[in-house]
Nanobody
Framework: QVQLVESGGGLVQAGGSLRLSCAAS????????MAWFRQAPGKEREFAAV????????VYADSVKGRFAISRDNAKNTVYLQMNSLNPEDTAVYYC?????????????????WGQGTQVTVSS
C-alpha cells in the first residue's frame, strides 16, 4: 500500500505562485506514474499533469500548459507541482495520484492510490 500526503496549498492572489508537494510512504513510488488532478466546487475531478516513473515524460492539461510544471524526486519519494501565473479558475482541491502502470494516463479512474487533497484558492 502507498500513502500519499499533499501539502503546499493555500490562498494566493491572481498572478501568484504555489508549489505543491506529494509525499509518499509505505512503498517506494520510483516505478509509479504520478499525477495531479483537481476538483473545483460543483465540478468533476479533472486531470492537471502526469509524470513518468523516470521523470523523462510529462503531459499537461491544456488549461495549465505553460504555467504548471510537474516534477519528482524519487530519492525523496516525493512529487511536486509548481504552479505559476495562477488565476481564479485554478481554485480547486488538488489531489496527488499514483498508478502502477507505465502509461501516462489522464483518466482519474486509472489511478490506484490517492491523497486526501490540498486546497488551492486564488483570489482576483
Amino acid at each position: 500500500q502507498v500513502q500519499l500526503v499533499e501539502s503546499g496549498g493555500g490562498l494566493v492572489q491572481a498572478g501568484g505562485s504555489l508549489r505543491l508537494s506529494c509525499a509518499a510512504s509505505g512503498r517506494t513510488i520510483r516505478t509509479y506514474t504520478m499525477a495531479w488532478f483537481r476538483q473545483a466546487p460543483g465540478k468533476e475531478r479533472e486531470f492537471a499533469a502526469v509524470i513518468s516513473w523516470s521523470g523523462g515524460s510529462t503531459v499537461y492539461a491544456d488549461s495549465v500548459k505553460g504555467r504548471f510544471a510537474i516534477s519528482r524526486d524519487n530519492a525523496k519519494n516525493t512529487v511536486y507541482l509548481q504552479m505559476n501565473s495562477l488565476n481564479p479558475e485554478d481554485t480547486a482541491v488538488y489531489y496527488c495520484a499514483a498508478d502502477t502502470e507505465f502509461a501516462l494516463s489522464t483518466a482519474w479512474g486509472r489511478y490506484e492510490y490517492w491523497g486526501q487533497g490540498t486546497q488551492v484558492t486564488v483570489s482576483s
